[in-house]
C-alpha cells in the first residue's frame, strides 16, 4: 500500500478518539493505517480491501462470532482486546476445529483515549499472533459520548474441521465423564475485584486464553471418543452442563470434591454470596469423554501447560428429569441449578 | 427449626438433610428479609422509583421480588425508573453526594444485623448535610417473629407442628446477643442454638439441641461462641435505639401482620424518613389464596404439599414468600433439593 501523508500524526500518547475517526474520512483511514493496522499487521489488512480473500484447506468449516462488552476494560490477566481473540478462538475451538481467521469489528465511544485503544488493539494483536490466527477483516463505528460504555468489540471467528470430526451435545452417553481443564471461577473473580463499587485486593488473575492447542492435543488422543466440548463462559459450569443435560436428555453427577476451585476464588465467592460453579471463566474447557477414553484424554490435557490441573469431576447417568447433581465434600447431595437471574452484567 | 434464610441455603447447599437422622427433620424458618417483605411495600418501591425526581438506591437481591401487580424493580428499572443496585450503604451515601440535586433515597431492609449500617448511614448523611438523601426503612426484629411462628392467631387457621427447638440466628445474634431469646425459650418452653453458617456449626448446634431435648432442657444455648456473647454489641444497638423506635406493627409475606416486628425512623430524623418524606402510603394487597407460604414457614406444610410449587411458582417467577430468594424454603427445596421428590416417589 501506497504510503498516505497526513497533516499531523496520530498522537497516540494524547489524543482521543472523536467523530470524525469513525465518519469515513481521512481521520478514519489515519486511525485504521496508523493503529489497527499497525498492531494486526498481516497482508490480507495490508491490501486495504472491504474484504478478505482466503483459501481454505480441505474439510467443513466453522464459524462463530461474539460481542463483548466486558466492563472494566482492562482487568487483571487481560483486556477487552485479549478477551476478544481468545472467546471467539474459543468458540471455534470448542467444536474441535483449528482457528484460521478472526475478523472484529469496533464500536468507539467518542472520546475513548487513543492511547487505551492502542494498548487494546496491541494485545489482540499479540493474542492473535500468539494462536497463530489473523485479523484479516475489521470495521470502526464512533458513537456520541455517552451512546457507549468506552469501546464494544465484536469478533468473528472461521476455522477449518478435521474430517471425520463432529463433536454435539447429543452424543453424551450414560457412562461418559466429565472432564474439566483447570481451576473454576477465575474470570469472573478478577472482573469481580475490580468493578467500581465492589472492588477487593486480590491476586486472583483472569484465566482468559485461547484453548485451540489444548484442544488439538486431546483431539489427537481422543477423537470421536470427545463426545462435546464447551468452554464455562457465562453461567459457568453450572449452566454449561444443563444445556448438555437437556440436549442429550442425560443427567451428570459430579464430585465437590473434584472440582478444582482455587482457594482465592473460593473466598472471593463467598464473600459475595455466589457459587464458583456459576461464576465465568474464560480459559477453560469442559469435555463429556466417553469412559474408555478418558484418562488417555486427562493425561493429554494434563500435558499442555493450560490443561495442567485437568480435573474428572463425573459422570453422565441416566435421568428422565435432566438434572445437574453434585455429591458435597460435607457427604450430602444436592443440584446444581441454572444461574438465576444476572449474576454480574457485563462479564464478557 | 432453623430461622435463618442463610442457615436454610446452608443446609441445602451442603446437602445437610442427607447426613441428619431419619428423626431430625429441619423446618426452614422466615429469616430472609428479601422473602418476608410484603408484596405493598415493593409497590410502594416502586411507586417511589417511579418519580421522576427519585433515585432509588437498593441492594441487588430485591430487584427480581414481584410486587403486586406482578411488576418487580428490575421491570420498573427497564422503564426507565432510576434504580441503582448497590452493595453497602456507603455506596448510597457516595451516590446522594455526587447527585446533589436527585432525590436519593436508599431502601433499607434486613434482620438486626443490617440496621446498624443503615443507623450509621443516617448518622453520616446528617454530618455531611446531604438534603436530598432519605431511607425508606423496612427493618424487622427477628424475636417478634419467632413469637409469631409460636404464637399467632394466624395458627388457628393453619395448624400448629410441634417444633422442638430452634437454630438461633448467627450474624442478627452478634448484634442482639443471645439474651433476648431467652424470654422465647422460657415461655414457649423450647431449646434454642444460636449457630454458626458453617455446615460444622449447624451440625454441632443441632446435636446440642438434640441433647437439650433429650435431657428436658429449654436453654439458650451459644455454640457460635466465637462471635457472639449473651450481650451483643452494646455500641450498635445504641446507635439503633437512637435512631429508630417500635412500629405498632408490620405486614411479613406468608405471616401477616406481626405486632411490634418493624422500625421506623423517629420523628427527629423525620426529614431522612422517605415515607414521610414523600407522604408514601401502604396498600395491604392478600397474598395469592393458593398460597401455603404461611403453612411452610411454620413447619406444618412442606413445598411439594403447595399447589403453586414447581408449577407457577418458581424462582423465576416467584409468587410465595419462600420461592422469592434462595434463602426461602421452597426456592431453596427448587434450586438444590427437588432430586430428592423423585427419590422418595420411586422408593
Known sequence: ????????????????????????????????????????????????????????????????????????????????????????????????????????????????????????????????????????????????????????????????????????????????????????????????????????????????????????????????????????TRGGLAAMLNEIAHQSGLGFRLQEEAIPVKPAVAAACELLGLDPLHVANEGKLVAIVAADMADAVLAAMRGHPLGCDAADIGEAVADSHQFVQLSTSFGGGRIVDWLLGEQLPRIC | MEFCGGHTHAISRYGLEDILPANVRMIHGPGCPVCVLPASRIDMAIRLAERPEVTLCVYGDLMRV??????????????????????????????????????????????????????????????????????????????????????????????????????????VSTIIGTEPYEVLAEQFGKPIVIAGFEPLDMMQAILMLVRQVNEGRHEVENQYSRAVTRKGNRRAQEEVSDIFELRDQFEWRGLGLVPHSGLKLKQAYAQFDAEKRFAMHEVRVADNPACECGAILRGVKRPVDCKLFGTVCTPEIPIGSCMVSSEGACAAHWTYGRFRDYQLRRA
Not at chain 1, 496520530?10 to 493503529?35: C, K, P, T, W
Not at chain 1, 467500581?196 to 486431546?218: G, K, R, Y
Request: net charge negative.
Open chain 1, 1 to 232: 500500500m501506497r504510503a498516505t501523508a497526513y497533516q499531523r500524526k496520530l498522537d497516540i500518547e494524547n489524543g482521543r478518539v472523536d467523530l470524525s475517526h469513525g465518519a469515513g474520512g481521512r481521520a478514519m483511514a489515519q486511525l485504521i493505517s496508523g493503529l489497527f493496522h499497525e498492531a494486526f499487521g498481516n497482508e490480507w489488512l495490508a491490501r486495504g480491501n472491504d474484504q478478505a480473500a482466503f483459501d481454505v484447506g480441505a474439510g467443513r468449516m466453522v464459524m462463530t462470532t461474539d460481542g463483548y462488552v466486558v466492563s472494566p476494560l482492562f482487568f487483571p490477566g487481560g483486556n477487552i482486546g485479549s478477551l476478544a481473540v481468545h472467546g471467539t478462538i474459543n468458540d471455534v475451538a470448542m467444536g474441535g476445529a483449528r482457528p484460521l481467521y478472526l475478523s472484529a469489528s469496533f464500536i468507539i465511544e467518542e472520546g475513548f483515549r487513543f492511547s487505551d485503544l492502542k494498548t487494546i488493539a496491541d494485545s489482540m494483536g499479540e493474542a492473535a499472533r500468539a494462536a497463530g490466527v489473523y485479523i484479516i477483516t475489521g470495521d470502526t463505528k464512533v458513537v456520541e459520548r455517552g451512546k457507549a460504555d468506552g469501546l464494544f468489540i465484536s469478533t468473528t471467528g472461521v476455522g477449518v474441521l478435521a474430517d471425520g470430526l463432529d463433536l454435539s451435545a447429543e452424543k453424551a452417553r450414560v457412562g461418559d465423564r466429565v472432564l474439566v481443564s483447570g481451576s473454576l471461577g477465575d474470570h469472573g473473580a478478577a472482573i469481580m475485584s475490580r468493578r467500581q463499587n465492589l472492588a477487593f485486593e486480590t491476586e486472583i488473575v483472569s484465566d482468559s486464553a485461547a484453548l485451540h492447542d489444548l484442544v488439538a492435543l486431546m483431539v489427537a488422543a481422543g477423537g470421536s471418543s470427545i463426545r462435546v466440548m464447551r468452554d464455562p
Open chain 2, 66 to 171: 414481584p410486587g403486586s401487580q406482578g411488576k418487580s424493580l428490575l421491570s420498573a428499572k427497564a422503564f426507565g425508573a432510576d434504580i441503582r443496585m448497590v452493595y453497602s450503604t456507603l455506596d448510597a451515601i457516595r451516590i446522594a453526594e455526587q447527585a446533589p440535586n436527585r432525590e436519593v433515597v436508599f431502601f433499607a431492609i434486613g434482620f438486626e444485623t443490617t440496621t446498624p449500617p443503615t443507623a450509621v448511614m443516617i448518622r453520616l448523611a446528617e454530618k455531611k448535610w446531604l438534603k436530598s438523601f432519605s431511607v425508606f426503612c423496612n427493618h424487622v426484629l427477628t424475636p417478634s417473629a419467632m413469637h409469631s411462628i409460636l404464637e399467632s392467631p394466624g395458627i388457628r387457621n393453619i395448624g400448629r407442628v410441634e417444633i422442638d427447638g430452634f437454630l438461633g440466628p448467627a450474624h
